[in-house]
């Protein structure tokens, strides 16, 4: 990465769609060299993109592939620091039939891919990136969500569980991570218009109080700046992006 080492880099996961891909293009759009990773290979827009500089071919549900991915983007690097960390990659499992996945419904070895990729993901990256976000005094932002903080109507108990995990795991990262000059925070995002909402979400939309669903670049935005100076005071903290869905 000699020829962008004077560019701040991210690294973020689940940049295919949705939150993830609406948070590179922001990245991208304020100069900084990306590093990402999914089960597929590179998309379309890495290739056109002269500061996504490298996506590596991994599936992070498995813990192997999580901790190659950690190789390989230290290899990429090449001792070059990382200013953040994005840990936005999650799955939710859901039926045909779309039926809730509860406790007595849930298949067990689903509950572990779940948090396999919602919750040890995020642990192990965090902890493989921690000496080139150490050099960079840099940021990780944990995408959580307001289902790890109430019942969700449509949410899996095992996503909502994985995800109050996470909202702990950044408090406990907050604090170890502090000694290494990084701030470790989180975004929980309410519902947002991205492919996995369905129509059945509109009936949630009355009990937002801004009224409306939020966007993918809405998002974006609050982590791009969780990861700029004007935050650095800022650690161990959760920010909610419901329209005010939280309070109820």
Not at 20 to 38: L, M, N, P
Not at 116 to 140: C, D, S, Y
Request: net charge negative; hydrophobic share 40%.
């Amino acid at each position: 990465m000699t020829e962008t080492a004077s560019k701040k880099t991210v690294i973020l996961t689940g940049a295919s769609r949705g939150i993830g891909h609406a948070t590179v293009k922001r990245f991208s759009q304020e100069g900084w060299c990306i590093i990402t990773c999914s089960r597929d290979p590179v998309p379309e827009e890495c290739k056109r993109d002269p500061n996504w500089t490298h996506h590596i071919t991994v599936d992070l549900a498995h813990a192997d592939d999580a901790a190659k991915f950690v190789e390989q983007a230290l290899v990429v690097l090449d001792g070059q620091p990382v200013h953040a960390l994005v840990n936005n990659a999650a799955i939710s499992p859901k039926t045909p039939f779309k039926e809730r996945l509860g406790i007595l419904n849930g298949d067990v070895d689903a509950w572990r891919e779940v948090f396999e990729l919602n919750f040890f993901t995020p642990l192990t990256l965090a902890r493989g990136f921690a000496r080139p976000l150490h050099q960079g005094k840099g940021t990780v932002v944990n995408i959580t969500s307001i289902a790890g903080h109430a019942i969700h109507p449509f949410a899996s108990s095992a996503y909502s569980t994985s995800k109050a995990a996470l909202s702990a795991l950044t408090r406990e990262m907050a604090v170890e991570f502090a000694a290494l000059g990084v701030r470790v925070n989180a975004v929980a995002p309410g519902e947002i218009e991205t492919a996995m909402i369905g129509a059945e979400y509109e009936a949630l939309i009355p009990r937002i109080p801004m009224g409306r669903m939020g966007t993918p670049g809405e998002v974006a935005g609050v982590v791009f700046r969780l990861c700029g100076e004007d935050f650095g005071y800022v650690t161990g903290t959760e920010i909610f992006l419901t329209g005010g869905q939280h309070l109820f």
